[in-house]
């Protein structure tokens, strides 16, 4: 059976095994790693009318007068992996000076990251345990902590425990205000029942958020339904870029017609070409016949080899209207010797792998590559640099105030790459691997980890090719999507 996540899916699918590397591990909060583990986290997370009123009557005990009653229940209340908010809360608001203390100390603890972690392993753990059988209580997990939660996590997650039996939840679960759960029911009531399960995926194709509309696109699709064409076409309006670019593949895969659609493009520019589609549509609606799945592409070329479509250069202190110090010939992107600068992305990524190669055509080369650029325009708008300098490519420096962490500690101004240089002469093609991935970061030059970040935002941010008054050539740029 052709899975929902055909087009959801592929980039995590095809991202090699770096992703697997580190096994998630629920142990450092208590939990084993197991059915049994995901079992005692989840009820932690959703403690019973029971365990709420333990929990409650474990904190009037630190107010007891005698002091075994208090020990006991400060130690119970240490081993607690999680207590709900509204019970610590209400615990701020004690007579007793000791209860009020203890619950300012339980709530630093327990505190939203810690949370946000927790959910995340959790996930992780029942989609890499094959964890079965607990969709109920997942579901209702990632309702009460909806912003919490990554969406392909939860996705993944359900899709894993999810059984035949679980079809009244995912039904029910089609109806929730939260999106990820409609989106984590839609995902499983289709990987369980596929075609069966169309009736009650349609009024996806109309849903209040654009990421479940593409489920329930991909999921006819993927069976060769024209019900998908229209949510497909809309979704190219879609704020997000990475809705738009699978949604204008998939349209790609099954009409072989472009229409001059770029996810990256300008605004206007994408209605232009979306308009087109439309209008493609009205006329050739019946006469469109495909076999799904719909596959993505393993990467999308942020460079097309042609020209600078996609991306804004900013020297002389102001965004230009169009690239002045960057030409492109023949597949290559040369960076010239004007006013110093960079060249931007217009889309912001979060949680990527990006590939370029890069080469220097004299012996004094200045370059380099700026990540997770989110502060506003200006020649040291905040980002963290690899650099391309001959002799020094992959060490890492803070521009504009970035913060992250090299070696354990805050990088003040530059961190060192890893081992000696290896770039090859000057002339040749050299290549680098960057990955972003929740506020990490690694580098490889030629195949060779050379440098590692950690502790930075986990925002959105835009990539830029920095400008350093050097003629250096850049080509093959392409990202993978991690999300």
């Known amino acids: 059976m052709a899975s929902c996540l055909g087009l959801l899916m592929v980039a995590r699918a095809t991202t090699g095994s770096d992703e697997k590397e580190k096994t998630a591990s629920l142990e450092r909060f208590g939990y084993s790693n197991d059915k049994q583990g995901v079992h005692r986290c989840l009820e932690d997370l959703l403690p019973s009318e029971q365990h709420r009123v333990r929990l409650i009557q474990l904190i009037e005990q630190l107010d007891d007068n005698r002091f075994a009653v208090r020990r006991r229940a400060q130690l119970a209340l240490a081993k607690q992996q999680f207590i709900p908010d509204d019970i610590l809360r209400r615990a701020l608001g004690h007579a007793s000076l000791e209860v009020r203390s203890v619950a300012r100390r339980l709530l630093s603890t327990h505190s939203r990251q810690q949370r946000k972690e927790l959910l995340q392993t959790l996930l992780e753990v029942i989609e890499q345990q094959q964890v079965r059988g607990f969709i109920s209580p ?163 070329a942020l460079f097309n080899g042609e020209d600078l479509r996609g991306w804004q250069e900013f020297a002389g202190g102001r965004l230009l209207d169009r690239p002045q ?107 680098m691997e960057i990955q972003v991935l929740k506020g990490e970061v690694t580098v490889k030059v030629n195949g060779l980890l050379q440098n590692k970040a950690s502790g930075c935002h986990q925002q959105p941010g835009k990539i830029n090719l920095r400008n350093e008054g050097n003629v250096v050539e850049y080509r093959r740029i392409t990202l993978l999507p991690l999300d």
């Open 138 to 300: 997942l579901l209702t997990a990632i309702e009460q902590n909806e912003s919490l939660v990554n969406l392909d996590g939860a996705i993944n997650a359900a899709r894993v425990t999810a059984q035949v039996g679980d079809r009244n939840q995912l039904e029910e679960a089609l109806k929730n205000k939260s999106p990820v759960v409609r989106a984590a029911g839609a995902t499983s009531l289709y990987q369980l029942w596929g075609p069966e399960s169309f009736k009650l995926l349609k009024p996806l194709l109309e849903d209040s958020d654009d990421r479940v509309r593409l489920i329930g696109a991909t999921a006819y699709a993927n069976h060769g339904r024209r019900e998908c064409l229209d949510p497909f076409v809309a979704l190219l309006d879609s704020e997000r870029f990475i809705v738009r670019w699978k949604s204008v593949v998939s349209l790609r895969s099954i009409s072989g017609k472009e229409f001059g659609y770029q996810p990256a493009a300008e605004m206007l520019e994408r209605k232009a070409a979306a308009a087109r589609w439309r209008q493609w549509l009205a006329t050739n609606r019946e006469q469109v016949s495909w076999q799904g799945p719909i596959v993505l592409p393993a990467e999308l």
């Open 325 to 431: 110090n960057w030409q492109t010939k023949d597949g290559v992107l040369r960076c010239g010797t004007g006013a110093r600068g960079y060249l931007r992305t217009r889309e912001a990524f979060r949680n990527y792998r990006l590939k370029l190669q890069w080469r220097m055509l004299t012996g004094a080369g200045d370059s380099g590559v700026g990540l997770m650029m989110v502060a506003a325009d200006g020649n040291d708008s905040a980002c963290l640099e690899v650099q391309l300098h001959t002799d020094n490519s992959g060490d890492l420096y803070i521009i504009g105030g970035f913060v992250a962490n090299a070696a354990g500690k805050k990088i003040s101004f530059r961190a060192h790459k890893l081992q000696p240089s290896n770039e090859k002469g000057i002339g040749q093609w050299n290549d």
